[in-house]
């Protein structure tokens, strides 16, 4: 689903404008992805419940930042045992040169009409606080002689598909892996939109190839990638 506006009115009034537009689509894959897992929904619950151990910051080395919203709340926690209705995971895309925190008001709006979801955002690479800790280990690197670029957090060559592995290693090492708990959807705004595009077609483009994807240890693909003011191409 392609949501656009060709308005040059500011970010916060675009994602607002298209924010009921993301959740009523959004709403109805919830109802269907929910009743094809087994998950009977009735004004946000659900009849069978996950325990999940959620992370809420990034201390190994190359994982994206990234925070939790859990029914319209922000975890604060850095980890926690967290029981949520099975209804699945939604990923959130900031645009260029925001973060995370962008797109908590749509995350809040739709957590809360289905506490069975939970939002996940990421601050891509060079943006928010994964900028900060990338810009940490390379400052230490650079005081070491001989330093190996290669073992730089998030090192170059900075294109689309690096960005899209980034999200895939970052939702790997969160173990939300597998059919049921891969990501159901992504979000992207702008930039985000287009790191969206690439990260569902890294995943279509392996999935075949893959023996840990048949074996159900890897990142399945979204059911649905979401668009908000992108344009997409090459």
Same mark, same amino acid.
Request: glycine share 10%; aromatic share 4%.
């Given at each position: 689903? !392609?949501?656009?506006?060709?308005?040059?009115?500011?970010?916060?009034?675009?994602?607002?404008?298209?924010? +009921?537009?993301?959740?009523?689509?959004?709403?109805?894959?919830?109802?269907?992805?929910?009743?094809?897992?087994?998950?009977?929904?009735?004004?946000?619950?659900?009849?069978?419940?996950?325990?999940?151990?959620?992370?809420?910051?990034?201390?190994?080395?190359?994982? &994206?930042?990234?925070?939790?919203?859990?029914?319209?709340?922000?975890?604060?926690?850095?980890? &926690?045992?967290?029981?949520?209705?099975?209804?699945?995971?939604? &990923?959130?895309?900031?645009?260029?040169?925001?973060?995370?925190?962008?797109?908590?008001?749509?995350?809040?709006?739709?957590?809360?009409? !289905?506490?069975?979801?939970?939002?996940?955002?990421?601050?891509?690479?060079?943006?928010?606080?994964?900028?900060?800790?990338?810009?940490?280990?390379?400052?230490?690197?650079?005081?070491?002689?001989?330093?190996?670029?290669?073992? &730089?957090?998030?090192?170059?060559?900075?294109? +689309?598909?690096?960005?899209?592995?980034?999200?895939?290693?970052?939702?790997?090492?969160?173990?939300?892996?597998?059919?049921?708990?891969?990501?159901?959807?992504?979000?992207?705004?702008? !930039?985000?939109?287009?790191?969206?595009?690439?990260?569902?077609?890294?995943?279509?483009?392996?999935?075949?190839?893959?023996?840990?994807?048949?074996?159900?240890?890897?990142?399945?693909?979204?059911?649905?990638?979401?668009?908000?003011?992108?344009?997409?191409?090459?």
């Amino acid at each position: 689903m !392609f949501l656009s506006r060709s308005s040059s009115s500011s970010s916060s009034s675009i994602i607002s404008n298209n924010g +009921m537009r993301l959740i009523y689509a959004i709403t109805r894959i919830v109802i269907k992805y929910n009743h094809c897992n087994g998950v009977r929904i009735r004004d946000g619950s659900g009849s069978k419940t996950l325990h999940r151990l959620i992370s809420t910051s990034a201390p190994r080395y190359g994982i &994206l930042h990234h925070e939790w919203i859990v029914a319209g709340k922000v975890e604060k926690n850095n980890r &926690l045992e967290h029981t949520t209705n099975n209804g699945g995971v939604v &990923l959130f895309l900031h645009g260029l040169l925001g973060n995370g925190k962008n797109l908590r008001t749509p995350a809040k709006k739709l957590t809360e009409r !289905f506490p069975s979801i939970s939002a996940l955002l990421l601050d891509l690479r060079g943006h928010g606080i994964t900028s900060i800790q990338q810009q940490q280990q390379e400052s230490s690197s650079c005081e070491e002689e001989d330093g190996d670029e290669s073992l &730089l957090l998030f090192h170059p060559p900075h294109t +689309m598909d690096a960005c899209a592995q980034d999200i895939v290693d970052t939702v790997q090492s969160l173990n939300l892996v597998g059919p049921l708990h891969s990501p159901m959807g992504v979000v992207g705004h702008s !930039f985000g939109g287009r790191c969206a595009l690439s990260y569902t077609h890294h995943l279509l483009s392996n999935q075949s190839s893959s023996q840990q994807h048949m074996e159900g240890g890897a990142v399945h693909p979204p059911q649905n990638t979401w668009l908000l003011d992108t344009v997409p191409g090459m």
